[in-house]
């Protein structure tokens, strides 16, 4: 089973979060050694001199290369395969992948299931339901000939093929359009009475199944999605449809490379310090080591993979909240991206999805689906939502109007007064708009400010 196959894995990382710096240290020699550029770098002050953090933009010219067949861009190990990360609400990525690179990932990925084997045993023998999705218009094969795609099996290593042989459901579904697909995965589900695990990225991805009764899997005992940030409530909303049914909510596992994952009884999901490379940047700038974080405190990770990103910084936030032996515990906050500026307001993601939720509890709303987004015409806000109340308008923008850049552009009457539009089926109908988009429905994740325009006519479509 799962559980014996990844032992290993688990042994290798409880190791290192005993002694964080000396793993990651050692991580970082092993990607060194097959980095092109950096050679003669034998020291973490010279790593950080040679290779400064960078965003994506700055990688995009040298992954196209690589799609195209060049090799030793960025290592010089071979790279076999390229996949499309999920690209929230900016470009998608192609993002490379070797033999080393996969090895780290499935170095976390395998502790993360060892420990939800081991302290949930049905999962280790029943079936699971892993997040599948049409695979949308995308190429299989880059102009260079390498593979589109990771199968998820191969993010596992070893574990793979008995993962494989405890899917409820086939991946072959994915190649259907997204209406066949859900119908399939549905009727699949239905029939797989031993269903142990239930596994996807976003909470509302499960709503297709919304009226199937949760006596139809008297053996599941797990269910893991997203829940913090945008995805509380909806998680919220999932949990208590399953309230026999432990929810653990995901780590911060990217495309790219994972940042941390849960293990049970930590207080929050552990930095994977088995794996890949990994730094904490502050608001200064300064960059620290996963032992040298303090509780608290918001981080943006920075990712060195052996597949060849090196100092990538993720363009999440995550919060420490524990420790894990030596390793700290950090929760998702929020996105640094996605900032809004009409009119020099500068509306970040955090500080909205922090708004909605000080203003939501004392009203005693229950919402699954709250996304504010900009209009021009009058240039305000509006906030898109399932659940409302006549306070909500007032509190809302009273509590926007503590980032002084927006209670200035109100006081000008640069930006009109906040409208609150209630709406039906929200989460769907904006995955809708992201499937049109080109992205990938089981990869859709909400968020609590989206800088895009002309979102009425997706999520309030005329009769």
């Known amino acids: 089973m799962i559980a014996r196959a990844t032992r290993p894995a688990w042994t290798r990382f409880e190791a290192a979060s005993r002694d964080p710096e000396r793993a990651q240290l050692r991580r970082l020699r092993s990607i ?23 965003a994506w933009d700055t990688l995009a010219p040298a992954t196209e290369r690589i799609a195209n067949g060049e090799p030793a861009v960025f290592t010089r190990d071979s790279v076999v395969a ?31 299931l060892h420990d939800l084997c081991r302290a949930f045993p049905a999962v280790d023998s029943g079936k699971h339901y892993w997040s599948l999705s049409p695979s949308g218009r995308r190429p ?31 991946p072959d579904v994915a190649r259907h359009d997204l209406e066949t697909c859900r119908r ?16 996807v990225w976003s909470p509302t991805f499960l709503d297709f199944l919304a009226d199937v009764p949760p006596e139809t899997w008297p053996e599941l005992a797990v269910i893991s999605a997203w829940s913090d ?8 909303a999932l949990a208590r449809r399953f309230p026999g049914v432990h929810f653990q909510p995901k780590g911060l596992m990217a495309t790219e490379g994972v940042v941390s994952f849960p293990v049970h009884g930590a207080p929050a999901p552990v930095v994977a310090v088995s794996g890949h490379f990994l730094e904490f940047e502050e608001p200064s700038g300064r960059c620290r080591m996963a032992h040298e974080l303090a509780v608290g405190q918001t981080y943006a990770p920075v990712l ?28 998702f906050v929020g996105r640094t991206d996605g900032r809004v500026d009409l009119a020099g307001e500068k509306l970040e993601p955090v500080f909205v999805g922090e708004v909605l939720e000080r203003v939501r509890r004392p009203l005693g709303l229950r919402w699954t689906f709250a996304m504010l987004a900009p209009e021009t015409l009058p240039r305000r806000y509006v906030l898109f939502v399932d659940a409302g109340h006549e306070e909500l308008a007032r509190r ?15 006081a000008l009457g640069q930006l009109a007064p906040l409208e609150v539009a209630l709406v039906s089926e929200g989460a769907r109908r904006a995955e809708g708009r992201y499937v049109a988009d080109g992205g990938r429905a089981g990869d859709f994740k909400l968020t609590p400010l989206d800088p895009r325009l002309d979102w009425r006519g997706w999520l309030q479509p005329a009769p």
């Open 304 to 331: 060195t993979t052996s597949s060849g990103l090196r100092r990538y910084r993720l363009g999440d936030l995550v919060r420490v909240e524990g420790w894990y032996h030596r390793a700290p515990c950090v929760r």
């Open 396 to 410: 809302v923008e009273e509590a926007l109007g503590e980032n002084p850049h927006y209670a200035y552009c109100r």
């Open 229 to 236: 940030a945008a995805s509380a409530g909806p998680a919220e």
């Open 184 to 199: 399939l995965t549905r009727e699949a589900l239905i029939h797989t009475p031993r269903l142990a695990l239930l596994s």
């Open 140 to 170: 299989s094969i880059t102009a260079g000939g390498l593979p589109v795609g990771v199968h998820d099996a191969r993010f596992l290593g070893a574990a793979g093929p008995i993962f494989a042989n405890q899917l409820a459901v086939s």
């Open 32 to 54: 060194v050694s097959r980095a092109v550029g950096l050679e003669g770098v034998s020291s973490l002050r010279e790593f950080r001199r040679r290779a400064p953090v960078q």
């Open 82 to 112: 390229v996949e499309l990360s999920s690209g929230s609400t900016g470009a998608r990525k192609l993002v490379p992948f070797t033999e080393a690179g996969l090895a780290e990932y499935a170095a976390s990925a395998q502790a993360w």
